[in-house]
């Protein structure tokens, strides 16, 4: 790490800690300081030559505006708790598991207009003569319930305190600091306001470079409980841009009113993992219409004064998706992001139509890791090695960290760790930033969202990890930092526009009927003939979990595909088939898992081999692969894959099987799964990573040519191309 | 065991077997003889004053008769392979995975009328204009297929070899002994035969006393692969009785035709786990009235003979389902069949309308058990305890052995155990035969299937365990033995006629989408409704597994009585909310569990507690039990609950808590869960039964009154009320 050059980092930094700031600076190569919420700058600061980052709130922060415009405030449709009838006369209480210090009923806009009262026993909406509010007991009555049936409201809510300031208040116990009460730029009065503060910030603060918005006007579906705490996560939901201005607006313009059930959805709020209604994506396409355009002009105003605009993706962030259609009409330059992982990583380095993107590495400046007697370097060691195989092959402009710099300063080992993370960063920018990695084939992820949702699959709240999806999300993880192409597919997608050519693996991961593995469109014939002309056609189909499966067998089979993946899971209803597992592992399923420890996670119960696939039994003698030849090409079933580099490698070599490309997996190769190769042909480098703190060993293929080589601990090697 | 009485009791015997044969009888109490397929008696045996059974085949073992008569033979409706067309040209080969000398395509009837070829990737049927058979080649053509959809032929098959026989047969190596074909007693000609068979037999066996049948016409479905291995086996199916005459039959008295699908079921073949539609239950009623109709004159023929008619249950016994509504026209008077569990005890022991009923117990003397070296008593011990605890509910009237005798005769220590049975059992049926045990509580088994399957839930074929139901299968077999009052209740039954009033529980067990959970008929408002409304009235409803389930969430529930059992199942679309699992394990859940160690086999996966209810999390800390106060009832959920002791009382404990009667159990209890207690009043007996071979010591209470009690193993105490 001979290089010395400096910048693309970007610090935190306080009050009264000047002089420590300029020495981190200088040995974290840092040319940018931002503010945090809850930090102020020392302003001493602003005598360097750094660019300065201020955070900024466009919806929220303003309680004086909120307080005087009740009706700008932003809503959301909730549904009460389900409530059973056991006479008639029934009452509802609408609050019952809410935080009235977050939520408040709506009774501006009539109740029997906006609100739907709906027997969960039938799905039947129950008429608005039949039931009555009252605002002094936040409830509704019902006057001729049938006894025995369970009821729900459905109501439009005020949401009277920003979720994330709510979070941070409640965590930093901020005491009677006021809510931050967020508005909506929906209304024309807090439009106006919005635009006309950003005027008057922009010229308050000229020493200010980059606005970094934090974010634009909605936050993602954020509700707390009567405790307050978490109640309801959706970090992709569009629950919270709501309200009876946006409702008349979709009417207009997409020709149809849509139901409070369209955002209550029986209580899963369209949850991301709900295969999308067509009434859904209308509306979000509808909210990422109206949020680029007020986006827009607020970016603009940015430009006008001569500052950088910069997105945080997170919080208030609904409606800017950065993959959807709209998003590079916003203008912005860069987009900033937390970094948690290499799905994450890329998640953020893959976003189009910016001038560079962030990202945020771990630990955060926090005394949770920043506390006596921990070592901060274990998690910034992981997050650095776990991030850097996906940097291989899209690097982040830019990376930086948050929090209180004092905390961090207080630990020399991890000071002196981020300095190598700096300088290894800045060292792959300057080899790669610019070309182009080698790949060696293309793989789409196919599901309900596409690329709209790119690198998000399985995200319920950013960062958690989740019993029922981390045996998916090990899928993505793999993809982040191997040497092959993807995209994200959507079934929409190749039912109007085919599979496109240069695709050679198409992945369908996640469990039967969510939007991952895809739920009832498997019955669409149009779609399992598609896929099974282009298996056929000498490509490689993979499922992971319960690919294609509807909830119900459809015509004899649980997994629609089963035919191309030789595999099906059973329901009871097929426990008369005699089922013979005399077959030993099959040569093809033995060179795709050749030396690996495999790890099925949660794995799938009750799978069945069929059509003569090749299979392997694992574990508790459950199925756990198959593989089968499909005309000219491939399908590969894997029961569950949770990110492992095992796994990760089990991966790599089975879509290279499914896609007829074995030889070509092995030109630039190393055998030992800790080991990962990337080949930069524009600039004659090889990139040999050991992914682990241990020393490695390994046989490597680099242009076909063998060789070997001893790796140091989180050693990264780079080789010229051999001759 | 001071009682020396005979009777009770049938052994098989062999031929030059006599004086061997006269020492076991008397040693066992033998009052019957049986022959067996494959045995034959020593003529002098008949001079015994012993009753003698002969096997009697009515619709196989006459190829001379079949052989004239090939329009006779039994068919059945079976499934080609699922065969993609990668063309439009496409051919199906109606024998892959048929073994051939069980199976043949009926190309006597026309196939353009008979069969159907589907579209599996739409479910449409395929115009007979559009594809042509071909004899030769045993396949069906198609002209016009859509390349890349899945075609499966449905055919009726004439099947050339009764399945049991075929079974013993290849077992035991019979070479080139002819192969028994099935012959339909719905051919005028095979009537005319068995019938006049059957007569002529009569008279030429005077010296038998009781025909045992085995069985009557249609042999359960039962189809080899063509390695002639099992294919497809289910003990209650009825794929084996159709034919044309029997399709133009139903008909002509239902008013409506069934399809080749109605039996085919896309490759079902309406297993019992299928929620029975009406069409099936239909044809099920068709062929009860039918073979009813045909056995009962066998039957008085047997009678007018002045013998007395036994039927074996299994084998040949579709259509003569002893739970079903003409049963008791055939006027049998007796039934036999296979003891394995407390659960098949009680399915014989319960049949309703014979004069008495046989059960045969384990092991049978063959030589894979009775080997040199091997210890035959360990499994006749353990079938004698787990079959007891039945027996003490319901005694069957007579107990009996099938097999060699000749083998049994070398294990002198397993003669000795066998007598020690018998004898125990006449001392059983002398005390409590002619009375009535004493129930705490009334239970309702509700499913699919009611009466029809009383004490048959999930049996795949007869006596073999399945990793999907063992875990269901314990409450029956718990159930079999315990001091409740048992029935068994069809949805179809309480829509029509309500649940009856002396019922204190029901349960409802199984996986989703079954004909034991239910299905979709819990998406019916009424029957939600009618149960709520019964628990809220202070009864208890019991859910294990995945009760009250929809393949799909329905108005945001999977579990249908969610509110009722105070649990839910999560499908990923509810991640987004949040779950606290911080109560303590509830009181309730505490008392119900009180001691026992606790098994809940392959569980169910991503439970959430709901409305308040209190839970029990276990093992990896899944969610296992909740329970939950509904009105003035009871609803407790059970994850999974595997036959063992322990879940046994679980299940007691539970059942007594739903239905608020607690204090009732400990009246008449043993606290240690290896020892039951068992009431009867009107001998002013108690029976305290150790079921197990260790010695046990519990804590007893009867009629209240508090006393302890040590057992030897295996040991059953009889004990005076006391006053």
């Known amino acids: 790490m001979s290089d010395v050059r400096k910048g693309q980092v970007t610090i935190p930094s306080d009050q009264d800690f000047f002089d420590a700031t300029k020495t981190l600076i200088d040995k974290w190569g840092a040319d940018a300081i931002r503010d945090s919420d809850g930090t102020k700058l020392d302003p001493e600061l602003k005598t360097l030559s750094m660019k300065f980052y201020s955070t900024y709130f466009v919806a929220r922060g303003h309680n004086e505006f909120a307080a005087s415009h009740p009706a700008a405030v932003q809503q959301l449709y909730l549904m009460s708790e389900r409530v059973v009838a056991y006479t008639p006369t029934l009452t509802i209480g609408l609050m019952a598991g809410y935080y009235d210090q977050q939520i ?27 039931w009555t509010v009252d605002e002094a007991s936040q409830s509704v009555q019902l006057s001729a319930a049938i006894p025995f049936h369970e009821y729900t409201v459905s109501f439009l809510a005020d949401m009277l305190w920003d979720p994330t300031e709510m979070y941070n208040h409640l965590t930093n116990n901020w005491g009677d600091k006021p809510h931050d009460i967020p508005f909506d730029v929906r ?36 509700v707390f409980d ?83 605009a910069m997105m945080f993706l997170g919080d208030n962030w609904i409606g800017a998706e950065p993959y959807g259609p709209y998003f590079k009409e916003i203008g912005l330059d860069a987009v900033v992001g937390s970094v948690g992982s290499g799905m994450t990583l890329r998640l953020i380095a893959d976003i189009p139509g910016v001038k560079y993107t962030e990202g945020r590495f771990l630990p955060y400046f926090f005394p949770d890791v920043f506390r006596p007697g921990n070592d901060p370097v274990i998690e910034a060691r992981a997050n650095w090695l776990t991030a850097r195989r996906a940097l291989m092959r899209k690097p982040l402009d830019r990376i930086g960290y948050g929090g209180y710099l004092k905390l961090a300063a207080q630990f020399p080992h991890f000071v002196d760790y981020v300095a190598h993370v ?20 293309k793989v789409a992820v196919l599901n309900g969202w596409g690329k709209l949702r790119s690198w998000q699959s399985f995200i319920v709240a950013h960062g958690k990890r989740y019993e029922q999806t981390y045996s998916y999300e090990g899928v993505l993880e793999a993809l982040a930092g191997q040497p092959v192409d993807v995209m994200f597919l959507s079934f929409n997608d190749i039912l109007a526009t085919g599979i496109p050519a240069d695709v050679d693996v198409m992945i369908n991961v996640g469990s039967v009927g969510t939007a991952f593995s895809g ?159 990337h080949v930069y042909p524009g600039k004659g480098l090889y990139a040999v990573l050991n992914n682990t703190h241990d020393k490695q060993n390994s046989e490597l293929f680099l242009n076909g040519k063998h060789t070997v080589v001893e790796l140091e601990p989180d050693e990264i090697r780079w080789e010229r191309e051999p001759q």
Chains 1, 2 share one sequence.
Do not use: C
Request: proline content about 5%.
């Open 104 to 130: 408040q009923p709506n009774w501006r806009d009539n109740p029997k207009t906006y609100w739907e009262v709906i027997d969960r026993t039938t799905g039947m909406v129950v008429k608005p003569a039949d």
């Open 187 to 222: 209304d024309p009065a807090a439009r106006d306001f919005i635009q006309s503060y950003l005027k008057q910030w922009l010229k308050a603060n000229p020493e200010i470079d980059v606005v970094r918005f934090t974010t634009f006007f909605y936050h993602f579906t954020l």
């Open 226 to 308: 009567q405790h307050a705490r978490e109640k309801f996560v959706d970090w992709l939901g569009y629950g919270g841009t709501v309200s009876v201005a946006a409702l008349k607006a979709f009417e207009q313009i997409k020709g149809y009113r849509l139901r409070p059930e369209d955002f209550v959805d029986a209580g899963f709020y369209n949850s991301t993992f709900r295969p999308p209604t067509q009434r859904y994506l209308d509306y979000i396409d509808f909210v990422q219409r109206f949020v680029t355009d007020q986006a827009k002009i607020l970016v603009a105003m940015v430009h006008s004064a001569d500052k950088e």
């Open 422 to 441: 700096t300088d290894e960063f800045r060292d792959i920018s300057d080899k790669i930033a610019d070309t182009i990695p080698y790949s060696s084939l």
């Open 519 to 677: 739920g009832d469109i498997w019955q669409e014939p149009r779609l399992v003939t598609l896929i099974r002309q282009w298996v056929a056609a000498g490509h490689g189909f993979i499922g992971i979990g319960e690919p294609t499966a509807t909830a119900q067998p459809y015509q004899g089979r649980r997994f629609q595909l089963a035919d191309v993946l030789g595999v099906d899971q059973e329901l009871a209803f097929s426990l008369s088939t005699d089922r013979y597992w005399d077959q030993p592992m099959g040569e093809n399923i033995a060179w795709i898992t050749k030396d690996l420890t495999l790890d099925f996670g949660t794995g799938t119960p009750n799978l069945i081999a069929v059509a003569d696939a090749q299979y392997l039994r694992y574990g508790r003698e459950q199925l756990r692969m198959t593989v089968k030849d499909y005309g000219a090409g491939r399908g590969v079933y894997i029961a569950g894959l949770p990110y492992t580099l095992d796994n990760a490698r089990l991966l790599l070599r089975a879509m290279h099987y499914a896609a007829h490309k074995e030889s070509i997996l092995m030109q630039n190769y190393a055998t030992n799964p800790n080991v990962e190769v």
